[in-house]
């Protein structure tokens, strides 16, 4: 097998940065510190915020600086302004392949366009004060541009990831593994929402930790009850895994969804039970953008047609 060349390089380093970015973002959000900066694209006024309230720009309302939320949201942008760059980067690598495979470029450009557009998105959350709804948007929108960036990347390296399969299995894991990808997409859309509740609760009403989370609530019931179709789904994927002892990437990357999703169901049974520690937060919104990402590609690896566009590619 070739070393990987400088885009897949690249590209694989700005999947694995716009991940790490999703954990600061969701480390912002578990702290409380989504407004530690109240303006955009500054920082109270500047572009570098101060590290002392007696230093705050005319115009301020000293109560609304903290500075440990100010630097952890400011950190939180530079990464964000970092990540930018890299996936600029990426498309500008990615005209290596615009004859060969032109999606990887256009798949490139997209992930680019898109990321200007979160950053600008990012600007009317913070302008909105954390409206809900905007924040949902914005979490979504993480991971569309995570997803690009990993379809590009794996269209880069289809065969390093290839596994032989017949027919039939191979089609049975691509529905399985849409099916488990679309439940898991719903319950990020409905998670973000059920945490956007906890927050109008948090910050309106003067209630002990552990009464943050209504469980009685109709949205949160419902994104409870979806959780047990996503686990269902899980434990078919399993034990066909194991019945047709398949092996090599495709194993490691079932085993691994599996594992994720009842990593899932612990961490928000744990948040329902325990009054919403923030590191159990963390780690639910991390892993669920993780097991996303293994999903999607679980189903690309399992695709028919680019694994026999792979292999007519590869005899040519």
């Given at each position: ?9 690249v ?21 409380g510190?989504g ?22 720009p ?8 903290n ?35 032109p ?26 004060g ?45 529905k ?28 309106t ?14 949205l ?6 979806f959780?047990w ?21 495709f ?10 999703i ?39 690896i ?15």
């Amino acid at each position: 097998m070739n070393k990987l060349n400088a885009y897949q390089r690249v590209a694989l380093l700005t999947v694995l940065a716009t991940l790490f970015l999703i954990l600061v973002g969701g480390l912002v959000r578990a702290a409380g510190a989504g407004l530690g900066c109240p303006d955009w694209p500054k920082c109270f006024g500047v572009w570098i915020p101060p590290t002392n309230v007696a230093d705050l720009p005319a115009g301020f309302d000293p109560t609304l600086f903290n500075p440990v939320h100010t630097w952890l949201e400011y950190i939180n942008r530079l990464i964000g302004v970092l990540i930018g760059f890299l996936i600029l980067l990426t498309f500008a690598l990615s005209f290596r392949y615009r004859k060969t495979d032109p999606i990887i470029t256009i798949s490139s450009a997209a992930a680019f366009v898109f990321v200007l557009f979160q950053g600008w998105l990012g600007g009317q959350v913070v302008r909105s004060g954390l409206e809900a709804g905007m924040i949902t948007i914005h979490m979504v929108m993480a991971m569309v541009i995570v997803n690009v960036l990993l379809y590009a990347t794996y269209r880069a390296n289809r065969e390093r990831w290839f596994y032989p399969l017949d027919a039939k299995n191979r089609s049975f894991f691509k529905k399985i593994g849409i099916t488990l990808l679309a439940f898991t997409m719903v319950q990020l859309i409905l998670g973000t929402q059920v945490r956007e509740m906890v927050d109008v609760v948090k910050n309106t009403l003067d209630l002990p930790r552990e009464m943050w989370l209504d469980t009685e609530n109709l949205l949160y019931r419902i994104h409870r009850s979806f959780s047990w179709i996503v686990l269902i789904l899980a434990v078919v994927l399993f034990f066909k895994i194991k019945k047709e002892h398949v092996q090599g990437i495709f194993r490691r990357l079932g085993i691994t969804i599996v594992m994720l999703i009842i990593l899932q169901m612990f961490l928000g049974l744990g948040m329902e039970r325990l009054g919403m520690p923030g590191v159990f937060q963390l780690l639910h919104l991390v892993s669920v953008a993780v097991l996303i990402c293994a999903e999607f590609l679980f189903v690309l690896i399992s695709n028919p047609s680019s694994q026999t566009s792979l292999r007519a590619r590869t005899r040519a």
